[in-house]
């Protein structure tokens, strides 16, 4: 599904909308959106703040808003939207649970449309609405960052922070998502670490992606705004004054140039999710048209069959399910076995990665393939009998052959080479013992 705001124009009187998304758990992407909220809330803007993040660090956690009414009970019918909402410092506006928006897709369109709608008047009141999206890559973390005009992805200097927010631009632009991501530096040492944090994750978007993104500002690492999360009072609150605060401040003015310089918003995150069902609805329309006026070719369920076989062996297999799997269709293929078939087979194993074996592995393989070889097809020197009806194998004789005396013993031993096997011995004794009676 495409991740592409909403082209409608019937809500053209909307709010700045601003995702902020996280480079994994840590990098403090739930800090920097409440206080940039906060610190906008106190320069006199209308905000409203989507508490997006399921994870444990969310806002509604930190805030202790998990007793109240959320999101979750409107789309239940057991209250309005405005009484969901709760109040922080500076007249913030806080939305828990804004993260079940994903359900609005599982829902009767009606109701979806109702809940929508309602939100749709609510972002309306405000001057700007911050969306907690979460440091998840999952589709219903994409769309939380997609539903903004515009993305801000917190990033630190751990590499597992940057590979989680290459990670998440990269899905993003695999469903269609073409707006460019801002960059924020969390908890960085100066202004010479931020930079080159950031030009390690462009380069990266840059080379692998062929896209590029853009810097809006860092944030310092000092020890009030660590303290500020172990006490749970936002930075934001402190004096203007202070440099943890101001800092935050910078952040907004920066914020405030970089909105002003994209195109003007036609829909806010409700519309968004609104044209995210229509065209959710019109897909599953085209696929049912499908199916009733044309039935699907052989070549098309061929090729559904070996994409989902596809994306199930290429994850971690239970070895008897793999096993299972590669008996059937090689019994598949050998069904109707002609010239075709064997020429298939022989193209397939051609086709696999031998030399990403271990050597070990290939020297078996290739003993195996030797012995299957000589099954099939003997070799000229070789002259068979003709095939007769094999008789039944004999039982072992192991329970029917006594060892005797240990003369006779001694004497079957030397006689066998080194190799021999128990029953082959056991033979041999037999025959000693026939050849004495």
């Not at 993040?53 to 808003?65: A, E, F, K, R, V």
């Not at 609405?129 to 993305?151: E, F, P, R």
């Not at 062929?210 to 660590?226: K, V």
């Not at 190799?419 to 009676?437: F, K, W």
Request: hydrophobic share 40%; proline share 5%.
């Amino acid at each position: 599904m495409a991740l592409d705001p909403d082209t409608d124009k019937h809500n053209s009187n909307h709010s700045h909308t601003v995702a902020i998304a996280g480079g994994g758990s840590g990098a403090g992407k739930t800090t920097v959106a409440l206080n940039l909220g906060l610190t906008l809330a106190r320069q006199g803007k209308r905000v409203l703040l989507l508490d997006g993040d399921t994870g444990p660090s969310s806002l509604s956690t930190q805030l202790g808003l998990q007793s109240g009414k959320d999101f979750a009970d409107v789309l239940e019918g057991r209250c309005r939207l405005e009484e969901a909402l709760a109040k922080a410092d500076y007249d913030l506006a806080i939305l828990p649970g804004a993260a079940g928006l994903h359900q609005c897709l599982n829902m009767v369109q009606r109701d979806a449309a109702t809940v929508l709608e309602e939100l749709s008047d609510l972002e309306r009141a405000y001057d700007y609405v911050l969306v907690d999206a979460g440091s998840s890559t999952d589709l219903a973390g994409l769309h939380m960052v997609a539903s903004a005009a515009l993305s801000c992805m917190v990033v630190t200097s751990d590499p597992e922070s940057v590979k989680q927010v290459f990670s998440m631009v990269r899905n993003l632009r695999k469903r269609g998502y073409r707006r460019v991501p801002s960059v924020v530096v969390n908890m960085a040492s100066g202004a010479s670490q931020a930079q080159s944090i950031f030009q390690r994750l462009d380069g990266a978007v840059g080379r692998h992606l062929g896209d590029s993104l853009h810097y809006l500002g860092a944030i310092w690492r000092d020890e009030t705004l660590r303290q500020s999360v172990v006490t749970g009072v936002p930075v934001a609150t402190l004096p203007v004054s202070d440099p943890s605060c101001r800092q935050f401040h910078t952040l907004a003015d920066m914020l405030d140039v970089r909105l002003s310089r994209l195109p003007p918003e036609k829909s806010g995150v409700a519309g968004y999710w609104q044209s995210v069902i229509r065209r959710r609805q019109k897909t599953e329309l085209h696929h049912q048209e499908e199916t009733v006026e044309r039935p699907r070719s052989e070549k098309e369920r061929l090729s559904a069959t070996m994409d989902e076989l596809d994306s199930i062996l290429g994850q971690r297999l239970d070895p008897m399910l793999r096993y299972d799997a590669f008996n059937r269709f090689f019994a598949l293929l050998g069904r109707n076995l002609d010239a075709d078939s064997i020429e298939f087979i022989q193209t397939g194993l051609a086709a696999m990665p031998w030399e990403k074996m271990p050597s070990g592995d290939r020297q078996h393989m290739a003993t195996h393939l030797r012995h299957l070889a000589g099954q099939i097809a003997p070799s000229e020197n070789e002259n068979p009998e003709p095939a007769t009806v094999p008789a039944a194998a004999p039982e072992p004789l192991f329970d029917r052959i006594s060892l005797g005396e240990q003369e006779r013993l001694v004497r079957a031993l030397r006689e066998q080479p080194a190799d021999v096997s128990i029953d082959q011995l056991l033979r041999a004794l037999a025959i000693h013992g026939a050849d004495r009676s």
